[in-house]
């Protein structure tokens, strides 16, 4: 359990149109943006506290995703994760901390599994429904910083669906830097997120859950789902399935290499971070 001891957190609506095709979009009607690009939200998956409730749960894992035990239609979500130290200052009178800065050291493929509740009040209600029901893949990659023009800026996230033999593309194969919000912005939103979201609509209060667990020195943060193709959009996971996410280097694979490789099970070593994960 590498990342027991940070907090994981995610940002809903951070690729144009993934709310929309997940139907969530009426969610977050309530929700006010400074701009119609911005995200809407951030939201825990896993909070390392025993007082947390569900979320006290670990989800994470490389290699398989557990079904719910009731019914639920499963999507993959296919993401880029980081991982990030965290800055804070502290209140010499109440000893209270806020959020002074994140800094990403590495980051990885990334699945942030999600059952569709229409009724869910709160995001995380769907992200965390046990043991094995996230996934990150084994192989991070270092990150210089997440300034335009850095490592990052050349990757690119794909997804596939195995069934029955068959592997079909799941997301759109598409750029990181076609995240709504991306670099030095996008840390600057997540810390005021961090320090002054609200408990209210389907957000929650994230600093108060920081206190909880005793201010975590490291988050892992899944930056936004892609956007679904029509296969996607369409077909939910099921016992026996595969589901693969990769984030590649754009500058030295090319989409049909990363197809003939998922079809495979056979990825080089460097250059991409693959995530397979059965469904049982």
Known sequence: MPYKNMIGLGVAGNFAGHLEQAGEASDFQSVKVSEAIQPKAIFPFYVPSEDSGFLSTYPLSNDKITMPE???CLQIEPEVALICDIQYSIDDQTGERTVLALTPKQFAAYNDCSIRKPN???ISEKKNWGAHTKGIASTLLELDSLEQGGTLDRFRIASYHKKEGDI?????DSPTVGYSYFHQKLLDWIVERMNHQKDTGPAENIAS?????NYPEQALISIGATRYTDYGESHF????DTSIVVVYDGELFHEEEILEMAALNDFPDTGLSALIQHVC
Do not use: C, H, V
Not at 168 to 172: A, D, K, L, Q, T
């Open 70 to 72: 009731t019914d639920g």
């Open 120 to 122: 869910a009040l709160k």
């Open 168 to 172: 079909f593309r799941y997301g759109e």
């Open 209 to 213: 859950l920081l206190a909880k667990a």
């Open 237 to 240: 996971l099921q016992p026996g």
